[in-house]
């Protein structure tokens, strides 16, 4: 499933329904943030990291008190443990990387998610458990999960899509716009996982933006680079990179979209180009980037387009400009799938 798919149609629905979910991919595409999103349905999101807990952390804190003089003993909630039990509004309790928890602990957690109890402490129906984890074969130290936890909720596989990143990319502060460029050049970069032994990164969207937030502080040297995405993608990056230099004035483009050059025959140089534009998309340059982009072949008018909406997502007055009103309806054929 898709991570935009899951985020918008999936997730809300799971949360009105209290069914418990767990979350399982490759390392790096965005599993955490996408449950972070429960927030804006008015969820408090809790987060649990099993790999570093022991068995008995799930138990409580064990507390001795007297009782018609006879001393007892039982186990107290405590912090977010407390909370589980406590909760008066929507509160999402995840298990991070639950699949590289020890069996022991996973097991421990099975009160959790099966019983709703902890040592006798009823957890409060305003709790919905989820976890994410990565998989076996992604040597992340991921053993497996067993039965009873696997069993406790509905498992989906979540998969990256460019749309979606680029959406997620836009909404970021202090990154640079030539990453989503060259990932809509060399899409199968965007996540093309190798596990490894070697001290080595691969690329995936979690490393990619990484490097467009380094690359936006001016970290753009090769080894920088290549130090989140690994070698190959480093270097498609800067040869990527050194045609965005040489690209025609942006700035002048959109000044004189009639006139501008439209090199549609260099793929690469279109789409650096389209990346530059979309970067500059603004309710100042909406006109001028309209009237280029009905100049471009299609499928490039329509990729700029995504990324322009995607960056003024938020800016109300472009995304109502009656120059973009207009590009959505010559292009509805289109818009309503993939806009």
Same mark, same amino acid.
């Not at 918008?8 to 991919?25: A, D, E, G, Y």
């Not at 650096?272 to 534009?277: P, R, S």
């Given at each position: ?141 991921? =053993?497996?999960?067993?039965? /009873? ?7 989906? &596989? +979540?998969?990256?899509?460019? #749309?979606? $990143? ?33 001290? =080595?990164?691969?690329?995936? /969207? ?7 937030? &380094? +690359?936006?502080?001016?970290? #753009?040297? $090769? ?117």
């Amino acid at each position: 499933m898709l991570i935009n798919t899951f985020e918008k149609n999936t997730l809300p629905k799971l949360l009105k329904s209290r069914i418990p979910f767990v979350l399982h991919s490759e390392p790096g595409i965005g599993k955490s943030d996408t449950i972070s999103t429960a927030a804006n349905h008015g969820w408090r999101v809790l987060w649990y990291h099993p790999v570093v807990s022991d068995p008995t952390d799930f138990k409580g804190m064990p507390f001795a008190f007297m009782q018609a003089d006879q001393l007892k003993a039982r186990f107290v909630p405590f912090n977010d443990l407390e909370v589980l039990t406590t909760a008066d509004t929507p509160t999402l309790a995840c298990f991070d990387d639950l699949g590289q928890a020890p069996m022991a602990v996973q097991a421990a957690l099975m009160q959790l998610f099966l019983a709703r109890r902890i040592n006798g402490h009823q957890i409060s129906d305003h709790v919905l458990f989820c976890a994410a984890t990565n998989r076996a074969e992604d040597k992340a130290g991921v =053993t497996g999960m067993i039965e /009873p936890l696997k069993g406790r909720g509905k498992l989906y &596989g +979540l998969e990256t899509h460019i #749309d979606p $990143f680029c959406e997620w990319y836009y909404a970021q502060e202090e990154m640079d716009p030539l990453v989503p460029a060259f990932l809509r050049f060399k899409t199968e970069l965007l996540s093309a996982f190798e596990p490894t032994r070697a001290m =080595t990164n691969s690329p995936n /969207p979690r490393n990619w933006a990484r490097t467009g937030h &380094g +690359l936006y502080h001016g970290l #753009d040297d $090769f080894e920088s680079i290549a130090g989140d995405v690994g070698d190959g993608a480093a270097s498609e990056f800067i040869a990527f990179k050194e045609v965005y230099q040489e690209l025609p004035d942006p700035d002048g483009i959109l000044k004189n979209p009639t006139q501008a050059e439209v090199p549609s025959d260099k793929p690469s140089v279109m789409y650096a180009l389209i990346g530059a534009l979309a970067h500059r998309a603004s309710v100042k340059t909406a006109e001028g980037l309209v009237t280029y982009l009905n100049r471009l072949p299609g499928d490039f008018s329509v990729k700029c387009m995504k990324d322009a909406q995607a960056r003024n997502k938020k800016n109300s007055k472009f995304m109502n400009h009656p120059a973009i009103g207009q590009w959505c309806l010559d292009h509805a054929e289109v818009v309503s799938v993939n806009l």
